[in-house]
């Protein structure tokens, strides 16, 4: 019975944090779509010109729509994962150095929804 809820608990905590990611990456990627005021300000800083900022947006939102479908999720948690890597470089660059590091938490928990995918993937091979 202790399985049972432990792999119920850590299937919710799994769901959970892949809807926050889910979510967080595709209104990032929009935001950067929209060329908001303060992506174009920041980023611009950086030598990301307009062009640059909507393609990295656009790699974040189907990064994002990947990761929410079971068959692409580790090539969208790669690709957004890719993106906050690129990002966190650049608010450590800006010396914010405390949302640099929240950054590279969501790439930690992007890897653990990398592994965890993965392992779904080997059990359904082997059964």
């Known amino acids: 019975m202790r399985d049972v809820n432990q792999r119920r608990n850590m299937k919710i905590l799994f769901n959970t944090v892949l809807v926050v990611l889910v979510l967080l990456a595709i209104s990032s990627g929009i935001t950067k779509i929209m060329l ?16 640059i900022l909507i393609v990295y947006g656009i790699a974040q939102l189907i990064g994002g729509i990947l990761l929410a479908i079971p068959t ?8 957004v994962a890719v993106t906050f890597l690129i990002s966190a470089v650049v ?37």
């Open 36 to 51: 908001m005021p303060q992506d174009v300000s920041f980023f611009g800083q950086y030598g990301f010109t307009n062009s």
């Open 72 to 79: 692409t999720r580790v090539m969208g948690a790669i690709i």
């Open 91 to 127: 608010l450590a660059m800006a010396d914010n150095i405390p949302m640099s590091g929240i950054t590279l938490i969501f790439v930690v928990l992007l890897s653990f929804v990398i592994k965890k995918s993965l392992q779904v993937s080997d059990d359904q091979i082997e059964g």
